[in-house]
């Protein structure tokens, strides 16, 4: 049996290399017209079947995918645009914060300036009404002193007058002294 084994086995092996017609490789590269026509045939149902029943919803499915792609890609674009202009927007009224903002402060700046300006002549104004004023009533004490100072002088004159009288005026002296007395108590 080994020998019998032997030969199916290389008869089974052996595969011409030349394609002869009972092999299937043979059978595969030669044209047989009866299989060529089936193959034609199924072909063209298969396309028919296929463009009735397949092609439609293959289509309209990447008709469908086209437009939402589309739709999603104007979208994009739109929201885009939209989020270029808030950017501008926001920009703009960024910009507009910042000039606000340095005018507010400039203007608190002159406005701290002229404070302090004002209130340095403020206290200027003051310091000289109270110097004037102290100024007025030393005048004023000045002269209340001098005319009680004349008044004691002119007390004091006719107090010395009146011991001079009294004790009568005899000498020449006496009488010139009690003349100047006289005319120099209302002079001063």
Known sequence: MSEVQTKATTEEVQ???HGGDDSIVGKLLSPDP????????????????????????????IEAREKSMK?????????????????GEQKKVLDQA???AAKILTESRDFAKELKTKAEVDAKL???????????????????????LRQDAAILSVSVAEKIL???IDSTE??????RMVEEAPRS
């Open 98 to 100: 910042r000039v606000e």
């Open 174 to 179: 006496d009488k010139a002294f009690a003349e």
């Open 166 to 168: 009294r004790k009568k």
């Open 71 to 87: 739709d999603a890609l104007a979208r994009a674009e739109e929201v885009s645009r939209k989020t270029e202009a808030a950017e």
């Open 15 to 17: 595969v011409p290399a």
């Open 34 to 61: 009866g299989v060529m026509l089936w193959v034609w045939v199924v072909f063209f149902v298969l396309l028919v079947v296929l463009k009735k029943f397949a092609w439609k919803p293959i289509l309209s499915g």
């Open 126 to 148: 003051q310091s000289e009404r109270i110097v004037a004023q102290a100024k007025q009533e030393i005048e004023s004490a000045q002269q209340r002193a001098q005319a009680q």
